[in-house]
């Protein structure tokens, strides 16, 4: 018999991920005996879930908000990413303990790079939401070259933080890199110059939700970035491609960051289209589902 893995995600909450179906169609593919399971973790149980994973036997996981900051102390060891960007989105479990990595911004690089043909560098960017997936994707464009860069948070010392983060990690990089008040009024107006929006707040996640980047910030020729994926047209693609811009959500980035995790945890390349294809399906189907 070969190998059982098992695998799981820790988030607050998890019930909207679809990474246990992207998994399964992947391990389904590549004929691995293999689990996902996500489990929903208050921040006060972070610790106690982790360590009770280690000893079921878990051979890796995926960390998402609001854990991806918090979890980085509990590590073993961490990886160069997870020390460039400040966060742990993947976690592999050995005999050592746990390791963190970050994947977040090669999803986020690829994706870009693949669907679009863009890249950040000589760019003027907005990142808006600076939690985790936000300080990861604010550092990689500016170790990719990215010309300015904004970074706005509705809590504005999160956005300060950041931006000496960047300029503590990467003193050579070549971004300006401008802290935004909380108004999104302001961030309207930063973003009426960008090239690229970045929207890495959990707006879009649940019913009702609106864009929390104003319709003034867009406009045609620009590319709006949405992690949200859990809808085809998220609320602030929406609000995007009503102003002529280009608009995608973050499916292509959780299918890469997720390949990526993948090889982290067993040395395997994942199926990438596998991935894709099941993600898009169970998308479409809750859509329909829904309507």
């Known amino acids: 018999m070969g190998r059982t893995y098992r695998f799981g995600l820790l988030g607050h909450p998890v019930k909207h991920s679809l990474s246990p179906v992207m998994h399964a169609a992947s391990f389904q593919a590549l004929g691995l005996k293999a689990e996902y399971a996500c489990f929903d973790v208050p921040p006060g149980e972070l610790a106690a879930r982790l360590e009770a994973c280690r000893q079921e036997?878990?051979?890796?996981?995926?960390?998402?908000?609001?854990?991806?900051?918090?979890?980085?102390?509990?590590?073993?060891?961490?990886?160069?990413?997870?020390?460039?960007?400040?966060?742990?989105?993947?976690?592999?479990i050995d005999a050592k303990g746990f390791a963190g990595?970050?994947?977040?911004?090669?999803?986020?690089?690829?994706?870009?790079?693949?669907?679009?043909?863009?890249?950040?560098?000589?760019l003027r960017v907005l990142i808006v939401g600076c939690g985790g997936a936000g300080r990861a994707l604010a550092t990689a464009c500016a170790r990719e070259g990215a010309a300015e860069i904004g970074v706005a948070d509705l809590y504005p010392s999160k956005a300060?933080?950041?931006?000496?983060?960047?300029?503590?990690?990467?003193?050579d990089a070549v971004s300006q890199v401008t802290v935004l008040s909380g108004e999104p009024e302001v961030w309207a107006l930063y973003g009426r110059e960008s090239d690229l929006i970045v929207h890495c707040t959990s707006a879009g996640l649940h019913a009702g939700d609106v864009s929390p980047i104003p319709a003034a910030a867009f406009h045609e020729g620009q590319l709006l970035y949405d992690l949200v994926y859990t809808a085809r047209v998220t609320p602030t693609?929406?609000?995007?491609?009503?102003?002529?811009?280009?608009?995608?959500?973050?499916a292509g980035m959780l299918v890469h960051q997720g390949a990526a995790a993948f090889t982290i945890w067993t040395g395997l390349a994942a199926d990438t289209k596998a991935m894709r294809a099941a993600l898009e399906?169970?998308?479409?189907?809750s859509e329909a589902a829904g309507s």
Do not use: C, Q, W
């Open 281 to 285: 399906a169970k998308i479409y189907a």
């Open 237 to 250: 693609m929406r609000a995007a491609r009503a102003a002529g811009a280009d608009a995608l959500n973050g």
């Open 160 to 171: 300060e933080i950041l931006a000496e983060e960047i300029a503590e990690r990467l003193p």
């Open 57 to 92: 036997g878990f051979n890796g996981l995926n960390v998402t908000i609001p854990h991806k900051e918090a979890v980085v102390p509990l590590m073993a060891s961490l990886d160069p990413t997870a020390r460039l960007y400040g966060a742990v989105n993947t976690v592999r």
């Open 101 to 122: 990595f970050n994947t977040d911004a090669t999803g986020f690089l690829t994706d870009l790079k693949e669907s679009r043909g863009v890249t950040p560098e000589g």
